[in-house]
């Protein structure tokens, strides 16, 4: 069935209203489109928990800091809906900057603590406009579930943190990375990467994976991260914000290594801003 578009909160909100009302169950995968093979995951994964799946596709002005590339974020909405139709995703919804943030709008949902330490330190304001706008989508769909991937896994943390403290009648799912064949992280920024760089980017997670060996081989986690981030800037990455071994439960710096560590870095390829974590484990 061709997939439907609508740009319209109410009209959103009306035909979830008339599925629920039949006893389907919604789920609902919010994006901001240039849509990849990891964001169709997510529409696969939610699948197997809803009998209908909303994708929101918005460019969030508000997640973006000053200087950031809000302007030329990758925009593709024609290819997305062809992708989402073909995923067999039910209704994307489309809202327009005006729609989410009317002229008066004043409202900033905040997290605290989570949101202090890794990209909250190198982009500020950027997870109080992520929480800002994940609540408003989760209040205008409506959805039994929505999911989120480790990609990033920081904001995953946040929006659980949210949906918790907030009491939002939500279930928060998540979904695991999908790399490139040479282990890159999809994501919708890798387009600003020239070929050059585009392998230089490929060392991130070969590095992060190298540093996890380190550290089950009980090298000093401090010791570990401090040639880790040597490593990537003697690789040709133009800065590292940071490379951090810290606990998958509450982000505190990890003293040692456990079941629940993971590894997470953050560093900039020329004007390019890459993003990756994952498990420690052998
Ligand atoms: P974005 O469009 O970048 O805001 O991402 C929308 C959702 O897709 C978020 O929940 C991301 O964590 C998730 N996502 C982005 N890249 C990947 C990836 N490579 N694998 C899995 N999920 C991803």
């Known amino acids: 069935m061709a997939i439907e578009k609508l740009g319209q909160i109410a009209l959103v909100r009306k035909e979830v209203h008339a599925w629920r009302r039949k006893g389907k169950r919604v789920g609902l995968v919010p994006t901001m489109g240039a849509l990849h093979a990891g964001h169709l995951s997510l529409v696969k994964e939610i699948a197997k928990h809803a009998d209908k799946v909303v994708v929101s596709i918005f460019v969030n002005p508000k997640q973006f800091g000053e200087g950031e ?103 928060i799912l998540s979904a695991p990375t999908v790399r490139e064949k040479d282990g890159l992280a999809l994501s919708s920024r ?53 490379v951090e071994f810290r606990s998958g439960k509450d982000l505190s710096l990890a003293e040692r290594i456990d079941g629940d560590t993971r590894i997470f870095a953050a560093v900039h390829l020329g004007k390019t801003r890459l993003i990756d974590n994952m498990p420690v484990k052998g």
Do not use: W
């Open 190 to 242: 890798n387009v600003y990467l020239s070929e050059h760089d585009r392998r230089t980017a490929a060392l991130l997670p070969k590095a992060l994976k190298t540093m996890s060996h380190m550290a089950l081989e009980h090298k000093d986690l401090r010791d570990t991260e401090k040639k880790g981030r040597q490593f990537l800037l003697s690789e040709g990455f133009t800065t590292v914000d940071y």
């Open 69 to 171: 590339d809000f302007e030329h974020y990758p925009r593709d909405l024609a290819g997305d809906l062809k992708k989402l139709e073909k995923e067999g995703a039910d209704l994307a919804f489309t809202p327009a900057e005006e729609a989410m943030y009317p002229k008066g709008f004043r409202t900033t949902v905040s997290v605290a603590k989570l949101t202090r330490v890794l990209c909250g330190v190198s982009r500020p304001g950027h997870f109080d406009g992520v929480t800002t706008v994940v609540a408003k989508l989760l209040n205008q769909v409506g959805p039994d579930c929505a999911i989120f991937g480790e990609k990033d896994y920081q904001q995953l943390l946040v929006i659980k943190q949210m949906a918790r403290d907030l009491d939002l009648p939500v279930e």
